[in-house]
């Protein structure tokens, strides 16, 4: 987009390491004051653990049964608890300067997300007050509500730049996120565009490149006044 205030770089599918290195490379290079960035990816089958994921407990199958399934776990430095990523999910790393602005910019990457979802025809999406992530319409399963999350958000702010980002299911395997208690929250269910459009009744087929054009929308206008400067790089010199 002409004049926009930051780059867009798709990555097509890349296994997460390498994803990783190049976030890193952007990390650096953004940090240093270059242009902030917008990675998008589909990754291979992979759990990563933030933070907050005490070694994998909600994890609930070994490691030997992952491994024999192709899917790879690895600790990362973002914010969060345990998470999924696989085909048919669109992940964002934004890699735009933060500062200590974290609860702000996660609204934002809320806001983009909600943004694309609505112009995707799930006009109910929305964040859930107390929790970082998407979500849609509650379902009762059962006799029991449970939460209905399509995006999730983990970031992390080095030198005053972030790291990660999100990851929107759009045509996930939904049953890898059975192999986990996803982010930790055991009365929340993961749910995806194509299973929304299935159980909706919507005569629309879910699609990754139209959720990505639509993503990359929503970005550009929910940062559209946002402050794009870089906090050491303004003080620099002062």
């Not at 770089?9 to 490379?25: F, I, N």
């Not at 960035?37 to 589909?42: G, P």
């Not at 629309?204 to 959720?211: F, I, V, Y």
Request: aromatic content about 8%; proline content about 5%.
């Amino acid at each position: 987009m002409k004049d926009a205030p930051f780059d867009v770089l798709d990555l097509g599918v890349m296994p997460y390491r390498e994803a990783w290195d190049v976030q890193h490379e952007q990390h650096a290079r953004v940090a240093g004051g270059g242009r902030p960035m917008l990675l998008l990816v589909e990754h291979p089958p992979v759990i990563t653990l933030g933070r907050k994921a005490k070694e994998g407990s909600n994890i609930i199958v070994t490691r030997e049964y992952l491994a024999a399934q192709g899917i790879e776990v690895l600790e990362v430095e973002r914010g969060g608890d345990v998470t999924y990523h696989g085909p048919g999910q669109l992940v964002a790393y934004a890699i735009f300067p933060v500062g200590r602005r974290v609860q702000d910019f996660l609204r934002l990457l809320e806001g983009a997300t909600i943004a694309a979802l609505r112009e995707l025809g799930l006009p109910d999406a929305r964040p859930n007050p107390g929790y970082a992530g998407v979500y849609v319409d509650p379902r009762t399963i059962n006799g029991r509500e449970y939460a209905q999350k399509i995006a999730s958000f983990g970031v992390a702010v080095q030198r005053g730049v972030a790291l990660h980002g999100l990851a929107l299911n759009v045509t996930t395997h939904l049953q890898h996120f059975e192999l986990m208690v996803p982010c930790g929250l055991s009365d929340t269910q993961m749910t995806s565009v194509e299973r929304e459009y299935t159980l909706r009744g919507l005569s629309r087929t879910a699609s990754l490149e139209e959720a990505r054009a639509a993503l990359i929308r929503g970005f550009f206008t929910t940062f559209e006044t946002y402050d794009w400067t870089l906090p050491e790089v303004a003080g620099a010199g002062s």
